[in-house]
């Protein structure tokens, strides 16, 4: 890699080829790289370009103005050149390649994007805080040994701004303000949050902070302040529109909410409020980039501005090179979003496929999609409900936690309360007293030990690297995860979905790799089983396998 900005020829357009490359090219699709890691490139040169003497592939993200250069070598025995991708900033890139002709470069034809991502990402395991149930600052911070202890390394923070009079986190009063309920005895704001931020650091933990562009409370400080910055509807008591969502057919509003006008045509006041929401959106970031690794999760970013958005995390970008950043986002184009946001994770929702076939159908998609799409995919979240509310039985809860860690497509994560035996979703809305959390239950030790082999495999919370079996099973869901280098198979894990019956089922020794495994001993359980190919098999009620293959 080089930084060599020489001058390329542009007059001969005419003349630029399109070259034969090994990258997929910007008119189909673009592809990721994790940061720092090799990335191969092979490019074919046109036999009528000539005595072409040097090829380099030229890179730029998107919040500089000059590119890095990565030159190729001439391999004579294939008449190929040959170079490697590294970059070291996480975002998006433009690519394309040159060639000199008669010491002249010039540009092909040939048009590349790429997303960098964070080297071993993959390994993220988040924990969501629910902090109206959790008590000031100070009381969160006890809880962040016991959240270590299960084996998390990123705890994600609905926000923490000064609530309107809904007491909803994302019905902000005063972004900029930490909420009084946070706020411990004798101890400023600025305190209370780095001394939050030490010990995640000390535990190595990151904090992911949860931004909201989008609307504030209706109640909020800048309605009286900045009234200008704010959509009208004149129908509403106070003339400014409510902030809502659809689920394709009805609007639904919601009524302590406002919504942000960032289209202003007065361009002084659309400045105005860009600068507004970008300094509130460092302030929050440069709290978390105090902790072991910064993230921001984005809520109901598809409702969110996009010339906005992508000013501000092209900004964040460049002030935070190692953020990571996770985007609520759903409806259509989802891919050019993440493209043009730069965004490392989009949200999964495995909770909305109630029934075995169609969650397998959708994990299968999530990994299909990983070559431009990165899920994030916990259990359930903070605005779903748990095993009960969700699928009639807190005793789905263990094999909905084993599918999404095991045979998901990316990070995996939980919402707090699920592990300590509460049969419902704590509400994040409303203040209430600091709700006592047992850690010395049956799920927390399954937990833990589960996050202990997420760390022993790497073929774990990958993307693409699995292969699904008994597809017909309107129960059980099983696959093959395989080495994300090699492709050997590394992992059986099966999972009887069905809590009530046992599940019977049979495996073919045609199926790819699964005479690889050892049946000898189940790693979950740490028991014998007695599985053998071709022979009738049960797994209990509710319950995972997970096999390892033979050393």
Not at 146 to 153: M, R, S
Not at 201 to 207: A, D, H, T
Not at 233 to 257: F, M, P, Q, V
Request: aromatic share 12%.
């Amino acid at each position: 890699m080089t930084d060599d900005c020489t001058h390329v020829r542009k007059e001969g357009a005419c003349e630029s080829a399109l070259l034969l490359c090994s990258l997929p090219e910007k008119k189909q699709a673009f592809f990721r790289v994790n940061a720092n890691e090799q990335y191969p490139l092979k490019i074919q040169m046109p036999e009528q370009l000539g005595d072409v003497s040097a090829v380099r592939l030229a890179a730029r993200i998107t919040y500089e103005t000059s590119p890095l250069y990565f030159d190729a070598s001439y391999q004579k025995e294939t008449s190929s050149w040959t170079t490697e991708i590294s970059v070291n900033k996480l975002g998006s890139y433009d690519a394309w390649l040159e060639y000199k002709v008669t010491d002249t470069w010039k540009i092909a034809k040939n048009q590349f994007a790429f997303l960098a991502d964070p080297q071993n990402f993959n390994k993220l395991k988040i924990y969501t805080i629910i902090p109206v149930i959790s008590g000031t600052l100070d009381e969160m911070s006890q809880d962040l040994d016991n959240i270590a202890a299960l084996g998390f390394n990123m705890v994600h923070l609905l926000p923490l701004s000064q609530t309107a009079y809904s007491e909803s986190p994302y019905a902000a009063k005063d972004l900029l303000k930490l909420d009084p309920h946070f706020l411990p005895d004798n101890k400023s704001q600025e305190e209370s949050l780095d001394t939050f931020a030490q010990k995640c650091k000390n535990l190595g933990i990151g904090i992911c902070v949860d931004l909201v562009f989008n609307h504030v409370g209706t109640d909020s400080a800048l309605v009286d302040s900045h009234p200008e910055w704010f959509c009208r509807d004149l129908e509403e008591e106070n003339g400014l529109k409510r902030a809502g969502w659809s689920d394709g057919h009805t609007w639904y509003k919601w009524e302590d909410l406002v919504l942000l006008d960032y289209q202003k045509r007065n361009l002084k006041v659309r400045a105005d409020l860009f600068k507004y929401m970008k300094s509130y959106v460092k302030y929050w970031v440069r709290f978390a980039a105090k902790s072991f690794v910064p993230m921001i999760r984005l809520d109901n970013l598809h409702s969110s501005d996009p010339i906005f958005v992508r000013e501000c995390l092209d900004e964040l970008r460049e002030e935070f090179p190692n953020l990571i950043i996770l985007g609520e986002l759903f409806g259509n184009n989802i891919e050019k979003q993440v493209m043009d946001y730069s965004l490392n994770l989009i949200l999964a929702t495995p909770w909305e496929h109630k029934f075995s076939p169609q969650l397998r159908n959708y994990l299968q998609y999530t990994h299909n999609h990983s070559h431009q799409l990165r899920f994030y995919c916990p259990s359930v979240s903070h605005d779903s409900g748990f095993a009960l509310e969700e699928f009639g039985s807190t005793a789905a809860t263990l094999s909905r936690l084993y599918v999404c860690a095991l045979l998901g497509a990316g990070p995996w994560g939980i919402v707090q309360g699920l592990v300590n035996e509460l049969e419902q979703r704590p509400q994040f809305i409303g203040f209430k007293d600091r709700m006592k959390l047992n850690f010395n239950t049956d799920l927390v030790k399954k937990v833990t030990h589960l996050n202990e082999i997420l760390n022993q495999e790497n073929c774990f919370l990958q993307p693409g690297n699995i292969h699904f079996v008994l597809n017909e099973h309107d129960a059980i869901i099983a696959a093959i995860r395989k080495d994300p280098q090699s492709g050997k198979p590394i992992a059986l894990v099966l999972v009887n979905m069905d809590y009530n019956h046992e599940q019977w089922f049979r495996l073919e020794k045609d199926i790819p790799g699964i005479q690889e495994f050892d049946f000898s001993e189940e790693v979950i359980s740490n028991k014998k089983v007695g599985i053998s190919l071709e022979e009738w098999c049960a797994v209990p009620a509710g319950q995972s396998w997970l096999f390892r293959s033979k050393k």
